[in-house]
């Protein structure tokens, strides 16, 4: 069985300027979530979809992030414009309907400069 | 707010020594509690998990936990350590009706030293 996807693996960018990150969640999951892990934290939940829509997302900044998930499968996160304390790994997980078990993708690491 | 803590940011154990790392958390209501390992440049991992039932929980690896309702606590216990396990681990808990939202603590480093 397929694992989380998630690209590009790393990042770099200047700050103001914009960035997406892209995940693939296991086959047949619907709840996907994505997390920001500050170096030294744990993660720290940002949004979180059933099928398409959004269950979650108190902990976004929305004011420069912002997620989709077309058809409930596929998931994009932007960052516009990044500040440097943004730079962070951007972890994707998935379960399957919402379960207690949680599967996790390697990670986007962002490096804001 | 649920918090969960990690009393030991690192931990050094020499090859083959059993080590334990701490968690505790703060609800006086019942949760649903986690392991998970993360190691260098990679997602993380489950180790295992208590939901109900037995407070001794075993997982992958040789690792287990206890759960301890009166103390707050889910403490990570591995016999015998081997280079292999040098990692990053996080607790993690479920409080209730919170739609399966996970809080994660700010983890412990485990070095195993040859």
């Known amino acids: 069985e397929a694992g989380v996807a998630q690209s590009p693996r790393y990042k770099i960018i200047e700050k103001r300027q914009s960035v997406a990150f892209w995940c693939n969640p296991i086959?047949?999951?619907?709840?996907l979530y994505w997390y920001q892990q500050i170096l030294g934290q744990g993660p720290k939940l940002l949004i979180q979809f059933q099928n398409n829509g959004v269950v979650d997302d108190s902990q976004l900044p929305k004011d420069r992030f912002s997620a989709e998930r077309l058809k409930g499968v596929d998931s994009t996160l932007k960052i516009q414009p990044a500040k440097l304390e943004d730079s962070a790994v951007y972890l994707c997980?998935?379960?399957?309907?919402?379960?207690?078990?949680?599967?996790f993708g390697p990670g986007t690491r962002l490096t804001v400069t | 707010a649920q918090s969960v803590t990690q009393l030991d940011s690192q931990v050094p154990v020499f090859e083959e020594a059993p080590v334990e790392l701490r968690c505790n958390y703060s609800?006086?209501?019942?949760?649903?509690l986690f392991w998970y390992v993360q190691y260098p440049n990679q997602g993380l991992q489950l180790l295992l998990k208590?939901?109900?039932?037995?407070?001794l929980v075993k997982g992958i690896n040789g690792f287990e936990a206890e759960f301890n309702k009166s103390q707050t606590s889910f403490h990570l216990r591995k016999p015998s350590v081997h280079i292999s396990d040098t990692a990053e681990y996080f607790c993690?808990?479920?409080?209730?009706?919170?739609?399966?939202?996970?809080?994660f603590g700010t983890g412990t480093s485990l070095t195993v030293i040859p």
């Open positions: 997980a998935s379960s399957l309907g919402g379960g207690r078990e949680q599967y």
């Open positions: 993690a808990v479920i409080p209730p009706n919170t739609g399966n939202q996970f809080y």
């Open positions: 208590y939901l109900s039932g037995s407070t």
């Open positions: 609800s006086s209501v019942s949760v649903y």
């Open positions: 086959s047949g999951h619907a709840t």
